[in-house]
């Protein structure tokens, strides 16, 4: 009887386990009351308080005049590849707009160069490109490499993007149109 019992027992503790793993397994939410407090002073966009965005702390700006775009076609080509690379606004993503790529390899490289105009004091800003690239970027490798990671007030950097054709397209009257956006994105860096 005692055995019985004990079998019962554990197996009453078994179901209890199950069903509590169960409902946690099936349950998403966590529900917590209460009250939180706090004080501080300072800049609420100051670097570290949380509430500051890249627009709040920098001013990163195209610098007019310095964009340029080399097309290269591959060895042995007869595509006639060309390239525009712009800086309509300062303030706004540069372009780069590519023209009839057909073959592997055909290739381009655009080189721009932008200033930091405001920062916060006593930081520089760390740098990272972003390419916004439009559809068919599966058939193109683009890249673009800074010429430094981090850059003090009135410091100037130049970015180089490469795009270049990674299969030769099917059709000898096919051709490739391409265009994409440069961004440049900074965060704070203590000096």
Known sequence: MKKRRNVLFAFV?????????GYAALTDSLVINGTATGSGAGD?????????TDEDLFDIQ??????????????GSTSVVSATATIDNVNEPATLTVKNMAVKGDKVVA???FKLVECPAGYDAKLEVKLNEP???DMVDA???LDAYTVALDGTVTVTVTVELNQTLISDTDSLDYALTVEIVAEPVAK
């Open 62 to 75: 195209w610098v007019a005049g310095t964009a340029n775009a080399t097309a290269t076609p591959a060895a």
């Open 44 to 52: 609420p966009t100051e670097p570290g308080s949380g509430n500051e």
């Open 143 to 145: 890249t673009a490499v």
């Open 111 to 113: 080189t721009y160069q």
């Open 135 to 137: 559809k068919a970027k």
């Open 13 to 21: 503790i078994v179901a209890l386990l199950a069903i509590g793993f």
